[in-house]
């Protein structure tokens, strides 16, 4: 990819920014056959895209909230995702407990109102659930006061690895994609109009400048920073707010469903999910001002996440329980007073007067309708030739029918990796972790994987798994990881410290 951008200097449109919308732009701009150059200043998914609560869904909050037109894109495109990428998007059914008389019949025709939206795209039909059947559906479900349930469909998948094989299928479709490589500043023509970046490789030090037909601003919470670069005095558009996770082991939900509260004191939804072999608790709506490449939960988050697990399950968690907390941050637009919480999840697309568009706000399920409106404004705005989306039935890297083995998330890959793991390297970098030495050497060779938390945090997800083992796994996969990129042990040393950090971060 470096040699690429050294050998082509102008480009149609530059993709500032490698999560979700800005894969999802690259893949969709790309497939158009639109020269596509995409810039990431850290790791593919590092921000936001990789710390979701794992849902594809439509939004039940939103139809609580009326935004009818929300749901139903999301509900379209869930099903669009599922189809395009059935690897790493499945159906999971999830179940609202009731210990209110009214609470049943209430969220029951909420949910048949789901189902009528979802039409085609839809994942299963909802139905009510007495009592024994809710504690069926959940084994472990508090049943002091149950009076029964809701079951719905909605679906699950793993945000980092569909993040991994966006830019796979960018790549495959004609995109040029770097990971750290950091825009430090725009080219203008006449000092006015947007008309190409300056970056830097992180890893060398070498500087580019680029020219592109358009430049497209996907930076999510860092949005406004790229903003300030063509406009000083900008007003700021995002508002974000922090989501809190707690990752426990399995036996916490030992079913194959998910709880949904509707409700909680904060006006949000809160999950417990299985996930792989894990579960995932959230999540948290905390306002911030300061925008961390590596967000922190709060005490007060932790502690609220597992007060209200503590009322849901009969199995209480308790912090020395937690196998791994994570943060992101939602890049919301902002939208005058009110709780973040209230603020639409729509995206918002803005062209400033030197051409700079930026897209914000959206969520996962819709990064594709998000990316196919970005494209078809930025290619006005460039003055290129215009290209119908092809996106809605193009399949994503690795699509195929998952398979029961314990590398089903990589899809039409998982033949590869085991193809290495026959040629001597399966043996796991850690007794507590599946994860195999063959992962990583497929990471570094076939998804530009480039540090120790590439691999421990992205193209796996061993970080949320649990965050003291991948602390201790990092030495072995920094050594796999030097031998396939030519470093040394001095890098090692390195990586090891830089991750043992990040690590500390996500345990409690």
Not at 272 to 293: K, L, M, N, Q, Y
Request: glycine share 10%; net charge neutral.
């Amino acid at each position: 990819m470096l040699h690429r951008v050294r050998q082509e200097a102008d480009w149609d449109l530059v993709v500032v920014g490698g999560g979700a919308t800005g894969l999802g732009t690259a893949v969709d701009a790309a497939a158009r056959g639109y020269r596509t150059l995409l810039l990431e200043q850290w790791d593919f998914a590092k921000g936001t895209s990789s710390r979701s609560t794992k849902l594809v869904h439509g939004g039940v909050r939103y139809l609580q909230q009326g935004n009818v037109s929300l749901v139903m894109e999301s509900l379209k495109e869930r099903g669009i995702l599922r189809k395009n990428a059935p690897h790493l998007v499945h159906d999971l059914p999830f179940v609202v407990p009731s210990y209110d008389w009214w609470s049943t019949p209430f969220y029951g025709i909420g949910m048949r109102v789901y189902d009528v939206l979802a039409g085609r795209y839809g994942f299963g039909g909802s139905r009510t659930l007495n009592k024994e059947e809710t504690v069926e559906a959940l084994p472990t479900i508090e049943t002091k006061g149950l009076r029964g349930g809701v079951r719905y469909h909605d679906g699950q998948f793993d945000d980092a690895r569909l993040a991994i094989n966006l830019a796979t299928t960018a790549a495959e479709q004609g995109a040029c994609l770097l990971n750290y490589a950091q825009v430090s500043g725009l080219e203008k023509e006449d000092g006015i109009i947007v008309s190409g970046v300056r970056f830097q490789d992180r890893e060398s030090g070498e500087t580019f400048r680029v020219q592109a037909k358009v430049v497209i601003n996907a930076t999510g919470a860092w949005s406004d920073g790229l903003r300030r670069l063509d406009e000083p005095k900008a007003p700021q558009m995002i508002r974000p707010s922090q989501g809190v996770h707690l990752v426990l082991d399995r036996s916490f939900l030992p079913g194959e469903s998910a709880i949904m509260v509707p409700q909680t004191k904060d006006g949000r939804v809160l999950f417990a999910i299985p996930w792989h072999d894990s579960v995932v608790v959230g999540t948290t709506d905390t306002p911030i001002h300061e925008i961390p490449f590596e967000p922190r939960a709060r005490p007060e988050e932790i502690d609220f996440i597992l007060d209200h697990a503590q009322a849901y399950l009969a199995k209480g968690p308790k912090r020395t329980d937690v196998k791994s907390v994570f943060a992101g941050i939602r890049p919301l637009v902002s939208a005058g007073d009110g709780s973040t919480a209230s603020i639409s999840r729509d995206h918002t697309l803005h062209v400033g007067d030197s051409g700079l568009v930026t897209i914000a706000g959206g969520k996962w399920t819709t990064y594709r309708k998000m990316a196919e409106d970005v494209v078809d404004h930025a290619t006005v705005i460039g003055g290129l030739p215009a290209l119908a989306c092809g996106t809605e039935k193009l399949a994503i890297h690795g699509a195929r029918a998952p398979s029961s083995g314990r590398l089903w998330y990589y899809g039409s890959d998982e033949d590869s990796v085991r193809e290495l793991m026959a040629q001597g390297h399966g043996a796991r970098v850690h007794e507590a972790l599946a994860l195999t030495e063959a992962e990583v050497i497929f990471a570094v060779r076939r998804e530009m994987a480039r540090t120790v938390e590439d691999v421990l945090a992205r193209r796996s997800r061993a970080l949320l798994f649990d965050a003291k083992a991948s602390k201790e796994a990092a030495p072995a996969v920094g050594r796999v990881m030097a031998i396939e990129l030519g470093r040394d042990q001095s890098w090692v040393d390195e990586q090891v410290l830089r991750y043992g950090a990040i690590a500390d971060l996500h345990s409690l």
